[in-house]
């Protein structure tokens, strides 16, 4: 039997900043974080509506730590991925 993972208030806070950032998919955040689609949208939804005052669980603190370390796992790829078109660009300019 599979048990129920918690979330931290600051994960899921998070979470549905990385979410709401333009330009991005959220099913890409979701996977990149770990977590279900539905989940995110809930999480978006539950925020939109209550703001700051949203998420009140007992997540635990080691998600705090996770979320920190996804957020600039995805930041860096972003970087390498623009680092990597700009390079591509760059090359068919000299061709």
């Not at 998919?25 to 209550?50: D, H, P």
């Not at 705090?64 to 390498?80: C, D, I, P, T, Y």
Request: glycine share 6%; proline share 1%.
């Amino acid at each position: 039997m599979q048990t129920k993972r918690k979330y931290s208030k600051e994960f899921k806070q998070e979470a549905v900043q990385l979410a709401s950032s333009p330009g991005v998919v959220r099913s890409q955040i979701a996977k990149e974080l770990g977590i279900n689609y539905g989940m995110l949208a809930r999480w978006c939804k539950e925020f939109e509506k209550e703001g700051k005052a949203a998420f009140k669980g007992h997540g635990k603190a080691r998600d705090e730590e996770m979320a920190a370390l996804k957020r600039e796992l995805a930041r860096v790829r972003k970087e390498r991925d623009f680092l990597k078109d700009a390079a591509a660009f760059f090359a068919r300019e000299l061709k």
